[in-house]
């Protein structure tokens, strides 16, 4: 199995932290479901051209904070996540989008008030439209 896990060695924050990052993300936000087998230290270490022993502490990681679960002779699974889990995890991830997107717009020159005013207006155009054909007027 493949993860869409990206490593950037560019970036200050260790190789072990990149990758135990993405995969809680992949966990939490859903792509990969409860009981989704998860690739061998080994497998996982080669495609991301790092040290098996950096996967292995990434996967005790995890197993610690019960994101994963190992069954000696079958391998590492995803196990199953609370639903509070998820949200917090949705919660954290948009606010530090929108952490970076008012620090950039600060770095532009806008006002506090400029910047409320583009994400209403950004929430605005984003809100999706009834479903059923039948609209509030």
Same mark, same amino acid.
């Given at each position: 199995?493949?993860?869409?896990? =990206?490593?950037?060695? *560019?970036?200050?924050?260790?190789?072990? %932290? *990149?990758?135990? @990052? +993405?995969?809680?993300?992949?966990? !939490?936000?859903?792509? !990969?479901?409860?009981?989704?087998?998860?690739?061998?230290?080994?497998?996982?270490?080669?495609?991301?051209k790092? /040290? /098996?022993?950096?996967?292995?502490?990434?996967? #005790?990681? !995890?197993? @610690?904070?019960?994101?994963?679960?190992?069954? #000696?002779? /079958?391998?590492?699974?995803?196990?199953?996540t609370?639903?509070? &889990?998820? $949200? *917090? %995890?949705?919660?954290? $991830?948009?606010?530090?989008?929108?952490?970076?997107?008012?620090?950039?717009?600060? +770095? !532009?020159?806008? /006002?506090?008030?400029?910047?409320?005013?583009?994400?209403? =207006?950004?929430?605005?155009?984003?809100?999706?439209?009834? =479903?059923?054909?039948?609209? &509030?007027?």
């Amino acid at each position: 199995m493949q993860l869409p896990i =990206k490593v950037d060695e *560019q970036r200050p924050e260790p190789m072990y %932290h *990149q990758i135990e @990052s +993405q995969l809680r993300g992949l966990i !939490l936000g859903g792509q !990969l479901a409860e009981g989704t087998p998860l690739p061998s230290i080994r497998e996982l270490a080669m495609s991301l051209k790092c /040290s /098996s022993i950096t996967i292995r502490r990434v996967y #005790q990681d !995890l197993e @610690s904070e019960g994101y994963i679960r190992t069954r #000696q002779g /079958s391998g590492t699974f995803v196990a199953r996540t609370g639903g509070d &889990d998820r $949200r *917090q %995890h949705r919660l954290r $991830r948009a606010a530090e989008e929108l952490e970076r997107a008012v620090d950039a717009a600060f +770095q !532009l020159g806008c /006002s506090e008030e400029e910047i409320e005013e583009l994400f209403r =207006k950004a929430v605005r155009n984003r809100v999706p439209e009834p =479903k059923g054909g039948i609209q &509030d007027e």
